[in-house]
């Protein structure tokens, strides 16, 4: 953790110039490293990747081919997921008809089953529909960390060519591997254009 100091730098008084204001103490989030084209960027995911480093990501403004393998992204746990809040739509269904039909209130019709499997697949379908949208939606936000509000890349004046024209990896700063000169001279080796110490 380090501190900068911001002084008076717009004043008419002379006294004032040059004052410090106020002591910020910034503590370094990670590297942001610019890569000018889609091969770039895969190079060095693959660079970073092969290097051990297991806290860092890929921005860039469209999805590329290809990103998941060179990155080494393991497939998400979100299908699975999805399969039982399916699975469990089916089963309140189920239970729910049986209940009220069968168990709760009786009502005898013309001799006809309290309760019969085909009468009741359309809320058996739609109840699984419905919470497999629910399981899927809700967890790929809670999966992803989402809403973020914040993140101190916001604060980057270059990063926020992202979703126009530019490519950036960051590694995460809290990573067992991170060591800011080792880390840099590993994404300068990797083709970076520039690189910046992200703070916060």
Not at 7 to 19: A, F, N, Q, S
Not at 49 to 55: C, I, K, L, P
Not at 85 to 96: D, F, P, Y
Not at 155 to 170: L, N, Y
């Amino acid at each position: 953790m380090s501190t900068v100091t911001h002084t008076i730098d717009d004043t008419d008084d002379p006294e004032l110039l040059g004052r410090a204001v106020v002591e910020e103490k910034v503590e370094l989030i990670g590297l942001l490293a610019e890569y000018e084209s889609v091969d770039d960027i895969l190079k060095a995911a693959r660079a970073v990747r092969r290097a051990g480093f297991t806290r860092w990501d890929v921005h860039s403004p469209f999805p590329i081919h290809g990103i998941d393998y060179a990155m080494g992204i393991r497939p998400t746990v979100l299908p699975w997921l999805v399969l039982g809040g399916g699975l469990t739509g089916l089963a309140t269904a189920i239970w729910l008809q049986w209940y009220c039909n069968a168990y709760d209130y009786p009502f005898l019709i013309s001799g006809k089953p309290v309760w019969s499997f085909p009468a009741n697949v359309p809320v058996m379908f739609e109840l699984t529909v419905l919470f497999s949208a629910l399981t899927a939606v809700f967890g790929m936000l809670g999966l992803n960390h989402l809403p973020q509000l914040y993140n101190p890349l916001f604060k980057s004046d270059r990063f926020r060519r992202v979703t126009a024209d530019h490519f950036f990896v960051v590694v995460d700063a809290s990573d067992k591997k991170f060591s800011e000169a080792e880390t840099t001279r590993l994404l300068l080796d990797a083709g970076a254009k520039s690189i910046e110490r992200v703070e916060d």
